[in-house]
């Protein structure tokens, strides 16, 4: 027998490296070292190996270096055949090809079985480097495997004929090469190197398709089965040819759907057969198309996830092929024994594809994927291997996916490069960087749940999935380490819902750590009172004497006014009151804007972005544009955000207003002891002024007392109530929430009515009329006086009339409100209900017409 060095160019140039570098090995040491298992390889020692053999070669060290990049992805016997290549007399990889290439004959040559008995022994030492020792494949019918996902390494086909290890480039899995198989002959050169075999047209090798008519069945079948094992790998065969050109026009990753055609030359019975084996081939194509398309473009990581756990199952998929080539090298196969072989695989594989296909077809990804997977799941019931295929390929998909959601709901942070997470970062820059408006905007806008990303099975919890990251977010940007008390396993199961008891632990201990942040750290239940104590009027010595020190100074136009000096006295103010003993006094500052209470209104309730924007000053008086202002600092500004504070600042001024209405009201009160120096009829006169006062002093204090003690007080304690028992910073925000909405609207403060208007309107009426009274006292009483007192009390009644009206309009549509109190407060002895009636039938003639 020859010497195999001879015949073997990879022993030749082995052979030919040794000598010239005088090591102290063979080539079979080499073989052996490039061979060893997964458990046993150390890819250092083999790059020592090259070393020796590349000393004092030309390129050494150049080649050295692309043969440890290759090491890091690819299987070392592949990487070996490279290294040889640059230092062989001929292509070691065309030399093989050519080699071990058989032709089909119409008869079983001999040829024939020994070609297909190098194919079983190569084959059979694949096996063996891939499980990690698999004895040699046994003869019997028992030998046969099916798909499972208990195999050693996942493989996928190259085009340098060799399987190659396919897991991910974190874990080396161990490989073996199938260089000289002879089911793997050349691919087209022009066709992608890495590409999978798909049937293609092979310009250096074709077939002979002999007339095999008049030969015997047992023959014909032999044949068939050697071209069904050919078909089952993606090579085209002498006698099973698909129906269609694959390549023209088609695009990348397009689910396949493939039909194959028996030649006419076999017979029937065994074309019957073939073509129930056959669409395993199309499976397994469809399979293969996709792993390829998410291995070498980039893609979305549930995808290669999945690709990674299709390609466990494709190596099952090869073992069960080198299994049943034995059987037949051993006569044992027949095309009934290999339908009834490969029936649980062609179940399963059948499963696959169609998912697969569903994936491509439809361009899913991410979430979308994993939905995709998971209702394939509870499609399956009652076919319970496909099943449990399709929940382990699930499981191993969501497993990227999984990790993203587990560093998100442990850290609050995001690492989702392919944006497939349902959580979406809307950051740009710093959150020091920006506006002041920005708390409000950071809890809303920063960060927004994806529904379209969301895989069915998280759907019911995907709004605290929200919450828990934005929660640590807050904790973390206070300066606060993030720790949870145990250990997070979050994997996805579609068996149980262990996931969502990961999820909800991490949610409750997320809101505790920011409520006690929040409530304990920060104190904000303190800032929400020192909120109330000021901005709605509560500390009411305060307010009387903060009012007498800058009602000077808010008499003037607005652009008179000295922000500094109105600074100096609160300041003043503060500390002269029982407000003195308030810890968070300094957190208030006075604020001239830019427009009125009405302007305000209408722009805040319809989120107008000019609101924000810098208007110029209308022709108002200091009074008019007047506010306090809370600043806090984070993370209170999350709750006492810009917009809350622009509510309490509406109900501050509507508030503040009709308080300095009062007071007015009541300055020209003293003027009634002017009167007894009158006449008799004098005095009649100023009696009818006095009259209208009391009028307008009843409408405006009922006014401050229906908002202050029968909306904002039984509105507050209904707050508190729902503090005491919040369980996340959601509800706290949310509460108070509905407190500032619910005395907006029961304040008359929202854009739906024009009540806030008509309050303004009677309330300047009234400042009017007290200026009128102040300039005229001093002047003999007149004819002219008591026209003016008249007309006055004509608008006056005009406008309250009107304002009770709407009150009444507003109230019968919205009977759970509170506006009806205000009626039955200043109407309180029917006084106006003439008048009522009157326009209420003016205006139904009106409406009439």
């Known amino acids: 027998m020859s010497d195999p ?11 030919k490296l040794i000598q010239h570098s005088k090591a102290n090995f063979t080539a079979d040491d080499v073989l052996k070292e490039f061979r060893t298992v997964k458990e046993k390889r150390n890819n250092r020692k083999l790059l020592k190996i090259l070393e020796i053999l590349a000393k004092n070669q030309p390129k050494a ?23 040889l290549n640059c230092y062989s007399d001929v292509n070691i990889m065309q030399s093989m090809r050519k080699k071990e290439l058989v032709s089909s004959t119409p008869l079983l040559s001999k040829n024939m079985l020994d070609a297909s008995e190098s194919v079983l022994e190569i084959k059979e030492r694949v096996v063996q480097a891939a499980s990690g020792g698999l004895s040699r494949v046994s003869q019997n019918n028992n030998a046969i495997v099916s798909l499972g996902l208990l195999a050693a390494a996942p493989l996928s086909l190259t085009s340098s004929n060799s399987i190659t290890a396919a897991a991910p480039a974190t874990n080396t899995s161990a490989t073996t090469s199938l260089g000289n198989a002879g089911l793997y002959p050349a691919v087209r050169t022009d066709h992608n190197p890495d590409s999978l075999w798909e049937f293609h047209n092979m310009d250096n090798f074709q077939f002979q398709q002999s007339n095999i008519a008049a030969i015997p069945i047992n023959s014909q079948e032999n ?97 069960l092929l080198a299994q049943l080539e034995a059987e037949l090298n051993a006569g044992n196969l027949t095309l009934h024994k290999m339908l009834f072989y490969i029936r649980p695989t062609l179940n399963t ?19 979308h994927a994993l939905t995709l997977l998971f209702n394939q799941i509870s499609a399956l019931t009652g076919d319970e291997e496909s099943q449990r295929f399709m929940i382990q390929l699930t499981q191993r998909a969501a497993v990227p996916y999984m990790n993203i959601l587990q560093l998100w709901i442990q850290k609050g942070a995001i690492n989702d490069p392919q944006q497939e997470f349902l959580v979406e970062d809307n950051e740009v820059i710093r959150r020091e960087e920006l506006p002041e408006h920005y708390s409000s905007d950071y809890w809303e806008k920063r960060y927004t749940v994806r529904r379209e990303r969301i895989p069915c099975f998280l759907d019911k919890v995907s709004d605290i999935i929200l919450r828990t990251g934005k929660y640590l977010n807050v904790i973390r940007q206070c300066g606060k380490k993030v720790t949870l008390p145990q250990t997070m396993d979050l994997q996805f199961s579609p068996t149980n819902q262990n996931h969502i008891a990961v999820i909800q632990n991490a949610y409750r201990f997320a809101s505790k750590n920011l409520l006690e942040v929040l409530l304990k750290e920060n104190d904000l239940m303190g800032h929400l009172m020192s909120v109330k104590r000021y901005l709605l009027l509560q500390q ?69 972005e000019e609101y ?16 306090f202002r809370y600043e806090v600092k984070w993370p209170v500004s999350l709750v006492l955000n810009h917009i809350a504070i622009s509510k309490y600042q509406m109900l501050f001024r509507q508030l503040f207003y009709c308080k300095h209405v009062e007071r007015q009201l009541c300055k020209i009160w003293k003027e009634n002891s002017i009167a007894k120096k009158f006449s008799p009829q004098a005095a009649e006169l100023y ?4 009259t209208l006062r009391q009028r307008m002093m009843n409408a405006v204090q009922n006014l401050e007392y229906y908002m202050m003690v029968e909306v904002i007080e039984p509105n507050w304690h ?13 509800e706290v925000l949310s509460f108070h929430q509905d407190f500032l909405d619910s005395c907006l609207k029961n304040c008359m403060l929202t854009d739906t009515t024009t009540l806030n208007r008509s309050i303004f309107k009677m309330s300047n009426i009234c400042l009017k009329f007290c200026e009128f009274i102040q300039s005229e006292t001093s002047l003999a009483p007149t004819d002219t006086f008591s026209e003016r007192v008249k007309r006055f009390d004509l608008e006056f009644t005009a406008l309250l009339i009107g304002l009770l009206k709407q009150i009444n309009d507003v109230a019968s549509d919205n009977p759970s409100d509170r506006f009806i109190n205000l009626v039955h407060r200043i109407n309180f002895n029917s006084f106006y209900n003439e008048q009522m009636d009157k326009l209420c039938a003016k205006d139904a003639l009106m409406t009439h017409r």
């Open 5 to 15: 060095a001879t015949k073997d160019p990879i022993r030749v140039t082995l052979k």
């Open 61 to 83: 060290l150049e080649n050295l270096q692309e043969t440890a990049k290759l090491l890091e992805k690819k299987d070392p016997f592949y990487c070996l055949i490279n290294f």
């Open 223 to 319: 044949l068939l089965l050697y071209d069904l094992i050919y078909c089952l790998t993606g090579m085209r065969g002498s006698y099973i040819t698909p129906t269609a050109n694959l390549f023209e026009g088609e695009s990348v990753g397009r689910a396949i759907s493939l039909k194959f055609k028996v030649s006419e030359q076999i017979h029937s019975s065994l074309r019957d057969i073939a073509q129930e084996i056959l669409p395993l081939a199309s499976h397994y194509t469809c399979i293969q198309k996709f792993i390829q398309k998410t291995t070498f473009t980039q893609c979305s990581q549930v995808l290669q996830a999945l690709s990674e756990a299709l390609n466990n199952l494709i190596h099952d998929y090869y073992l």
């Open 349 to 367: 594989m059948e499963v696959l594809a169609g998912a697969v296909s569903l994936i491509v077809t439809n361009d899913l990804h991410g979430g």
């Open 540 to 608: 009411g010595d305060f307010i009387t004497e903060f009012m007498d020190a800058c009602e000077e100074e808010l008499a003037k136009n607005v652009d008179k006014v000295l922000p500094m000096k109105l600074e100096n006295l609160l300041g003043l103010t503060l500390r002269l009151s029982s407000a003195k003993h308030d810890p968070y006094k300094d957190d208030v500052h006075c604020e001239l804007l830019t427009y009125d209470l009405v302007t305000q209104m209408s722009k805040i309730m319809n989120n107008e």
């Open 612 to 627: 924000w924007l810098s208007h110029d000053r209308l022709d108002l008086n200091g009074l008019e544009c007047f506010a």
């Open 687 to 690: 009696r009818s002024a006095f």
């Open 718 to 730: 209904l707050f508190i109530q729902n503090m005491n028992k919040v369980e996340n910073v959601d």
